[in-house]
């Protein structure tokens, strides 16, 4: 025992220090998080979870034309970086500090300097749709209350992810032609290629053919078609219905047929052809677009969706409504638009950048040169207008006065009311008489008649403003309550217009579409004894310029006309993506100063004061176009990164 | 040392025996122990001894000869005998009486004159006195003394006393003692000795301090360099990371500035073989064992300073090592009474190195210069004439002034005060070491204090205590207690540095008279342009201050069990520590009230003209509360081991295995830090002439996924003492000859601060959309992070190959080192393409590779001429670092030049510039490249660019390399000393060389944003007339509109900077007082010195100290420091 004792003693230090070296080395003590992550697994265990995975899809494949605020890296289409897309081809242009929409007039754009498109938002989406898509089946089948998760709610909300997913992909190739397919969710792999490891991603970041970006939109739309609903209850507008496929569908496959990729000759051809074109030109293409388009038609009139053209309204103000008001109960003509903005509140970047009185820290204002308007607008009577160089004020408002009713929808010219009720009283009082003129002839200083808030501006710019959107603002409050048209009605009639035409001038369908649009815009129906139907009708290409100039008018300021330009190869036209720009602008004509004109006035008394000023229409800037901008360049941070390769020319 | 205080004659009458019962007078026995006494007095201690009485002419024997004797215990007849026959002395024994003649008829063996009598005989064993002091007679206690060959062995008591029985006069006694040269003297027939133990050059040749234990530095395998705490101290800096530039092999350091308590160097060990970002190249620091911060240490508490850099010497720390370890240990008392020491230093620090800024009729002169060129009119003007006149006579002072805000912001001098008074002392079974530190270290900010509620200019002040205890509870049990508490308290202004900086760089001499009548003046009448809201002043003083109150406590306890009793060598040990921070830091800020001059034409009198008009809501405020935060975070650290070492014969073995565990909770809501580990070490020595180590880590922390947390870190090393053998010829000529090599894998988990990258790819609420008419949000689940299961530390693996040689006598040593490192897994972010999705959310992987390679070496000389009392000695080392990125998963790049993969790590990338354009053929030449950034186009005086893609094109496609990144390559460090009676003169250079700095902005470029100042070297700026005359250009022609996006100001290696620099570091000049003279004053010793740091630098780097980062230079400058102190011992 004392033997034991002793021993025990002497080795009692060594036990301890053994206990020790036990301890420490028990793994609890390297403590890590657990629980309190939400893996992929965890979202998608019950609906309501999943739910808000696709919430998510529709959250980041976002297609919005007004600036947000996000910039560049903002949404996957926030418009030009403060700033509308239609100041970035004939429809308009940006006036002001800020914005970036003339680097694309000017042809200063590249690949490091575009902020109209961002491509890693695309992707984002893409990738977020992968997600949800991959995923979507571990959820088990169930009523858990608030959602009863059956087979066909979850194919309805897999084709709402696919279908947001071919969207991200057809926004990005109207731009860049054929891109990197995204057709699962994109992983990781670390490979060791001689002895280094590297990183590969699949699917890989290499574009795919034209033909094969094409091919998977439309199958996704195919595949999305058969499990969409037609209609969505009240609270679930926003969401992707059948009609947003089929347009999806039509408008990839008119893209398709438009020959600036329905060719063998790309605008540059550099080796790789079949990127940016398809190949050959193949009118079975038109076929193809011609039978989409009608089956959005279909669809829309048997689920009561048509263009607003409201009495009460009137002609103007219905196009207006239904470009934006997406929410009004009259608007039955938005197939889709973006809702990932709600009601923005007084001062949003689409009003501080975009309207040019509210508020006095505007930036910049959207005009429209007056050589678009002389090539596009008719007068109410359905005939082009002519406006002489030169001419007094009161012969410039009474060719204004003239003008089809969308023009007024679109434009504010100097005279005329600006918002739809003529006024904005909290802002800018009377803004009837609110404009810029030169006081004491051609180069004299530039004033601002009317009282209230300055307008933006060292100069008169151009004269005329765009207004479309920005007269939905809430007059009172600023609020802005309307949403990007995505899909809108008018432009499947258009479209299947223009196909129709392609394979049969002839067909009487063609105008049937085009009246449609012609009657809610106020204009005479083209029939048999109408002058201009006369001149067009059965010959293919006056019909095509008059569809196009049509759709000018009816898309004004959505972002079709800059797309449009190139898929109709006619962006190198001069007058349309380069050459003289004009603008108008007013002045005194002789040494009797122009006054503001008030209530007190008498007719006689108005137009003599009017009578004062002049105006003249000059050339504000010239435009540059090279052929290489009919395809976007990729940013030259990826292109550097060696997976993707550029557009020929940049 | 002189020869006249050498002979003290010390004479120790210890004892006396003689036997009672002896018959024979001359056969008792008898014990003399003599040192250099005259013969007549060893006859007078042997009477004293045995009852005889001695009978001589002195005359004739010559009795006042000395002589040196050394008898135990021997018959005297023996005595008689020698005497008689080394001496020629004649003895007679008659009854008591014992005659002594001169011989006639013997010649004596030894001269009469020589004192070393019997110098052979006595062969027996016998008993030896001594006394061990420093070289300046300061008694050393706890002296390990040893009798070469057998166990005897003792340690000197708190005198410096030690006695021990030596075998025989050829014994060899060997004196040990941390910190001197090991020395070995034959004891001879002396029977006191009288020691002086040297502090070797080397001074801890004897034991070096390793991971987890000590070693012998002969049995060192590995690369371990050490810095003396006396080298530390020669620094009057604050922080010890500031004394360690050049002063070892192998350690890199970067000081970016000097403001106090905020000027810490950056320490590298041998380079940096990472590129991983943030603090992943530092090293680990160890204080007594345990992960501190090295800056809050008061350097009169180090006892040793150790650099671990070969994988043989860091592999135990395993996921901690690779960037190289650094070991601290503090003081431990001493056997003897309690020794008091106080040190004191008060010092004066001076700014080095500052701009020379335009006076206002440069500037102006100047600024029109640039006034012309941009609008290409040689009339064109920002000053007129008149205002010139001003500035040049100054009578206006108030709408015209001049202000130089270098010298109006900062003073020539600064006061710094460094206090230490330490206790130490003990017994064998309790030792002490008790030290109480204070530094004070002030700005140099003059205007800091312009209000009295506050001041914003900086001030640091430390205060740290230290107690360190030893016991020895039982023979084989001991226990020790180290804590520390530093506090510090630290004053600045509010605003940053760097922009306090910034704005006196920026700041016109023009601007502002700065203050007039008392008033903080913002704006004057006249040159509108010039107008500015902050001046440098107002910066200073405007966003208040802030006091940082911190404490840190640290506290070590450990225990030693010898287990001798189970087996011969074997022992445990265990120790614990915690560590308790606190940081609370306060911001308050004033109101300044500032003004505008505005001038009355009107006026009658010129002062009745100034009109001071107060800045709307700009008045005066109280004192009011900004901001308070704390920081806290403590450490729990513990490790037990068990070690063994037991020579057998020729075949000396040791083994460790030691396992660690360590917490660190840092304040904020997140998991604690957690390291476990297990450590083993072998090492084995054959005939002290082969060495070989096997040190293995094994460890990991929470922060990698669970069976992926540990890692093994093995390394091998091994060392040859050529030396030893017997083929080594034995000369003085090259007497010592050491190889050594070692490989090993290391680990480094400080992979950019990120936690728990392993975890799954996570989710998170997030992307918000609008449902229905009643636009409903609903929130999504969006992806949070995709992690990278498989991430794992750094592993390096390193290769060291060195040798050691000596040469004459060991005066001069020369140590070589070359070493290789490849570090892999590198965490790096991956080459994604975009089509991924969210490429910012991919967790980095570990795919860098990166390798690290150099060279060390080493020299030393020390020589003492003991009769001239002189010993001087010099020491050089020099360190050459070279690394290289071999693979970080980089986009392909379209010109190799641009490619970051192949160069070094923080390689600057950019333009060559090769000259200024001198003339408009140059500019008009067709074949001249485009310059993207020529926007109106070229103009004489611009820089030529090389088109090094030759497209024709100068863009950003032209970078190649430019200058060295900004950690210097080459580090290197010489120190020449001397000593002379009390005397001490050292002085140390250091320099540093690859290195660049790239200078931009305000710290290159004249009137930035039109209105910035410029320096003096803008009157060198390119003019077609300097050009004619052939004057030296230094800039490009002069623009009020310099920009980073312009051509000239493109990142090009026309501001790239050689920050290549030698400074005379460090020279320190002291005296000790001899010890006759502090013996009236009851002290030790008293040494006085002076010394100082940063004293001369030599760099072509223009304005800034070498040792900026690369930026704007608005950073606190560097200081010189002038020092005067003295050190006292009770």
């Known amino acids: 025992m004392y033997l034991k004792m002793k021993y025990l003693k002497k080795t009692a230090p060594i036990f301890t220090v053994c206990i020790f070296l036990m301890t420490v080395s028990c793994n609890k003590f390297l403590e890590q998080p657990n629980g309190s992550i939400i893996t992929v697994d965890s979202v998608f265990t019950t609906p309501d979870a999943a739910q808000r995975a696709l919430w998510n899809v529709y959250a980041t494949c976002v297609v919005n034309g007004f600036p947000t605020g996000d910039g560049g890296s903002g949404l996957s289409d926030a418009g030009t970086f403060d700033g509308l897309l239609l100041a970035a081809s004939d429809e ?62 979850r194919n309805q909300t897999i084709a709402e992810a696919k279908i947001l997913r071919a969207l991200m992909h057809y926004e990005a190739m109207i731009r860049f032609g054929g891109i990197p397919i995204i057709d699962q969710t994109p992983v990781v792999q670390i490979n060791n290629v001689n002895g280094v490891n590297q990183a590969q991603v699949i699917p890989t970041g290499v574009r795919s053919s034209l033909k094969s970006t094409i091919d998977f939109i439309v199958k996704s739309c195919d595949e999305s078609i058969p499990n969409l609903p037609d209609n969505l209850p009240a609270t679930d507008i926003g969401r992707i219905n059948k009609g947003v496929a089929l347009s999806l569908k039509a408008v990839t496959l008119l893209w398709a047929a438009s020959p600036l990729v329905n060719t063998a000759t790309p605008p540059i051809s550099s080796g790789n052809d079949s990127l940016i074109c398809l190949g050959s030109e193949d009118q079975g293409r038109w076929v193809l677009a011609v039978n989409a388009h009608k089956a959005v038609l279909d669809w829309a009139i048997a689920n009561g969706y048509a263009l607003l053209d409201n009495g009460t309204l009137g002609k103007s103000e219905s196009y207006n409504y239904a470009t934006g008001a997406a929410l009004d109960p009259r608007n039955k003509e938005l197939i889709y638009y973006d809702k990932s903005h709600g009601q923005q509140a007084g ?96 180069t004299g200083n530039t004033v601002q008649i009317g009282a209230g808030t300055a307008l933006i501006g060292n100069g008169i710019p151009n004269g005329i403003h765009q207004k479309k959107f920005i007269n939905l603002v809430n007059q009172v409050n600023g609020t802005a309550n309307f949403y990007w048209p995505i899909f809108r009605l008018a432009e499947f009639y258009l479209g299947y217009a223009e196909a129709l035409n392609e394979i049969n001038p002839t067909n009487p369908e063609i105008f049937t579409a085009l009246n449609i649009i012609r009657k809610r815009g106020g204009l005479p129906n083209l029939a048999p004894g109408n002058t201009t139907y006369a001149a067009i009708f059965g010959d293919k290409v006056k019909t095509r310029e008059y569809i196009q100039r049509e759709r000018a008018v009816e898309l004004y300021g959505e972002e079709h006309r800059f797309f449009d330009v190139r898929r109709w190869k006619i962006a190198a036209n001069d007058g349309v993506m380069k050459g003289s720009f004009t603008r108008i602008f007013l002045y005194e004509n002789s040494s009797t100063p122009y006054v503001n004109p008030t209530t007190a006035m008498t007719p006689a008394q108005r137009l003599a004061n009017d009578n004062l000023l002049s105006y003249r229409i000059e050339t504000f800037e010239s435009r540059v176009w090279d052929d290489k901008m009919y395809f976007y360049p990729f940013p030259q941070s990826e292109v550097n990164k060696g997976f993707i390769k550029q557009n020929p020319g940049w | 040392m002189r020869k006249s205080m050498f002979p003290l004659i010390i004479l120790f009458f210890v004892h006396i025996y003689s036997y009672a019962n002896s018959q024979n007078v001359a056969d008792k026995k008898i014990t003399i122990q003599v040192t250099n006494l005259e013969l007549k007095k060893v006859f007078s201690l042997v009477e004293k001894q045995v009852s005889v009485r001695f009978a001589y002419s002195a005359e004739k024997i010559q009795s006042s000869r000395k002589v040196t004797l050394s008898i135990i215990e021997k018959p005297l007849s023996g005595f008689l005998e020698k005497i008689s026959r080394e001496m020629g002395i004649i003895y007679e024994v008659s009854g008591g009486v014992i005659i002594l003649k001169q011989s006639e008829n013997l010649s004596p063996v030894l001269s009469a004159s020589d004192a070393n009598l019997f110098v052979s005989g006595l062969k027996d064993a016998r008993i030896l006195y001594g006394t061990i002091t420093d070289e300046k007679g300061v008694a050393l206690s706890g002296v390990s003394v040893q009798v070469k060959g057998t166990n005897f062995g003792t340690t000197t008591d708190i005198n410096g006393k030690f006695s021990i029985k030596v075998p025989d006069n050829n014994s060899i006694l060997v004196f040990n003692y941390t910190g001197f040269a090991v020395q070995e003297i034959l004891v001879g027939p002396q029977s006191i000795m009288s020691i002086k133990l040297l502090p070797n050059l080397d001074k801890l040749d004897d034991v070096v301090v390793i991971g987890y234990g000590t070693q012998k530095k002969v049995t060192v395998t590995g690369s371990i360099g050490a810095i003396s705490s006396a080298d530390i101290l020669r620094a009057p800096v604050s922080s010890v990371a500031n004394a360690l530039a050049g002063r070892a092999p192998g350690v890199i350091t970067v000081q970016r500035g000097g403001e106090p308590g905020r000027d810490i160097a950056d320490i590298f060990i041998r380079g940096v073989a990472t590129f991983a970002g943030g603090s992943s190249a530092s090293p680990l620091v160890l204080v007594d064992g345990v992960q501190r911060s090295l800056n809050g240490i008061d350097p009169y508490t180090i006892e040793s300073f150790n650099i671990l850099k070969d994988a043989s010497a860091t592999a135990v720390f395993g996921v901690r090592g690779a960037n190289g370890v650094i070991i601290i240990t503090t003081k431990t008392g001493q056997v003897g009474k309690p020794q008091f020491t106080f040190s004191s230093n008060i010092a004066m620090q001076n700014p080095i190195r500052l701009p020379k800024e335009l006076d206002a009729v440069d500037y102006a002169l100047l600024r029109n210069i640039a006034e012309s060129n941009d609008q290409n009119n040689p009339s064109a003007r920002r000053f007129s004439d008149y205002d010139i006149e001003r500035f040049r006579k100054g009578d206006d002072p108030i709408f015209h002034p001049n202000i130089r805000w270098m010298d109006y912001m900062l003073k020539d001098l600064a006061p710094q005060k460094q206090y230490n008074l330490n206790i130490s002392g003990g017994t064998q079974d309790a030792k002490y070491f008790v030290s109480l530190g204070h530094l004070n270290q002030d700005g140099i900010y003059t205007t800091g204090g312009l209000f009295p509620e506050f001041s914003a200019n900086p001030n640091f002040k430390r205060y740290n205590i230290r107690s360190n205890f030893d016991f020895n509870i039982s023979k084989n049990f001991s226990l020790f207690i180290k804590s520390s508490a530093e506090i510090q308290n630290s004053n600045y202004s509010n605003s940053a540095t760097s922009d306090i900086f910034g704005t006196i760089l920026s700041a016109n001499p023009i601007m502002t008279p700065v203050l007039y009548d008392g008033k903080l003046i913002r704006n004057i009448d006249g040159l509108a342009a010039w107008n500015i809201s902050n001046t440098p002043l107002y910066q200073m003083l405007f966003n208040g201050f802030n006091v940082n109150y911190s404490s840190r406590l640290n506290m070590n306890i450990g225990g030693k069990y010898k287990l001798d009793a189970i087996t011969k060598g074997l022992s445990v040990r265990a120790m614990g520590a915690y560590d308790s921070y606190y940081l609370q830091a306060v911001s308050r800020r004033k109101q300044i009230p500032m003004w505008d001059l505005r001038r009355n034409p009107n006026a009658l009198t010129f002062q009745d003209s100034i009109v001071p008009i107060p800045v709307v809501n700009q008045f005066e405020g109280p004192v009011s509360f900004v901001g308070e935060s704390f920081s806290k975070n403590r450490r729990i650290y513990g490790e037990g081991a068990i070690e063994y070492n037991r020579t057998f014969g020729i075949h000396t073995f040791s083994g460790l295995f030691l396992g660690t565990a360590e917490r660190l909770y840092d304040g904020s809501n997140q998991l604690p830090f957690n390291y476990l580990g297990l450590v083993g070490r072998l090492t084995y020595n054959f005939q002290n002439k082969y060495f070989a180590d096997v040190n293995i880590g094994y460890n990991g922390s929470e922060n990698f996924a669970v069976g992926k947390q540990f890692g093994f870190f093995p390394s091998f090393s091994a060392a040859y003492l050529v030396s030893q053998e017997r083929f080594f010829p034995k000369t003085d000529g090259f007497s010592y000859l050491k190889l050594r090599g070692s490989y090993g894998t290391v680990g480094n988990d400080k992979i950019g601060g990120n936690r728990f990258l392993f975890l799954p790819s996570s989710f998170a609420s997030g992307g918000s959309y609008f449902l229905g008419l009643a636009n409903t949000p609903v929130t999504g689940y969006r992806e949070a992070s995709i992690g990278n299961p498989g991430v794992t530390w750094e592993v390096a693996r390193k290769i060291n190959i060195g040798a050691d040689f000596r040469f004459l006598k060991d005066r001069l040593t020369f140590t070589a080192d070359l070493f290789s490192e490849r570090r892999e897994k590198i965490l790096w972010n991956l080459n994604v393409p975009v089509t991924f999705g969210p490429t910012n959310l991919i967790s980095p992987y570990n795919i860098g590779i990166a390798e690290n390679k150099g060279f060390e070496l080493e020299l030393g000389y020390k020589n003492t001429i003991k009769s001239a009392g002189l010993t001087y000695y010099a020491n050089a080392n020099f360190t050459y670092t070279q690394n290289k990125i071999v693979y970080m998963d980089e986009a392909p790049q379209p010109f190799p030049g641009l490619a970051m993969t192949g160069s070094r790590i923080g390689q600057p990338k950019g333009l060559i510039a090769e000259g200024l354009y001198n003339t408009l053929d140059e500019i008009n030449d067709p074949k001249r490249p485009k310059s993207t950034w020529e926007g109106a186009g070229l103009q004489p005086g611009d820089i030529k660019y090389k088109d090094v893609n030759g497209d024709g094109l100068i863009n950003d496609n032209d970078r190649v390399n430019i200058g060295d990144p900004n950690i210097p390559s080459i580090i290197y460090g010489a120190t020449v000393g001397a000593q002379y009676k009390g005397f001490e003169l050292s002085v140390f250079f250091q320099g540093a060389g690859k290195v660049s700095t790239y200078l931009t902005g305000e710290s290159a470029w004249p009137f930035i944003a039109g209105t910035k100042t410029a320096f003096e070297n803008a009157k060198e700026s390119w003019t077609p007339e300097r050009y004619a005359n052939g004057s030296t250009i230094s800039l490009p022609r002069l623009t009020a509109a310099p920009d980073a996006n312009r051509h000239n100001y493109r990142v090009s290696s026309y501001w790239m900077r050689d920050a290549t620099y030698l400074r005379l570091k460090n020279i320190e000049l002291s005296y000790t007082f001899s010890n006759k003279l502090l013996k009236n004053l009851s002290m030790k010793s008293l040494r006085i010195y002076m010394n100082g740091q940063n004293l001369v630098t030599w760099t072509s780097m223009p304005y800034f100290d070498p040792e900026i980062p690369s930026s704007n230079g608005s950073v606190y400058p560097m200081m010189r420091v002038f020092n005067f102190g003295f050190n006292i011992q009770f």
Do not use: H
Not at chain 1, 104 to 131: H, K
Not at chain 1, 366 to 390: C, E, H, Q, V
């Open chain 1, 347 to 442: 001062g949003a970047n689409v009003v501080r950048w975009c309207c040019p009185i509210y508020y006095s820290w505007g930036n910049t204002v959207m005009a429209l040169p007056m050589n678009f308007i002389a090539k596009t607008f008719r007068d109410i009577d359905g005939n082009d207008i002519n406006i002489p160089k030169d001419g007094t004020y009161t012969q410039f408002k009474s060719i204004m006065k003239r003008m089809e009713p969308r023009f007024n929808a679109i434009a504010w010219w100097p005279g005329s009311a600006y918002t739809n009720t003529g006024l904005m009283p909290a802002q800018g009082g009377s803004d009837t008489a609110k404009f810029l003129y030169k006081q004491k002839g051609l």
């Open chain 1, 92 to 153: 308009g242009d940006q006036f002001g500090a800020g914005g970036r929409a003339n680097a694309f007039n000017a042809g200063t754009w590249g690949p490091s300097f575009q902020d109209e498109f961002s491509y890693s938002r695309v992707t984002l989406g893409m990738r977020n749709a992968c997600i949800y898509i991959d995923n979507a089946n571990k959820v088990p089948l169930g009523n858990t209350g608030s959602i009863n998760w059956t087979a066909q709610l």
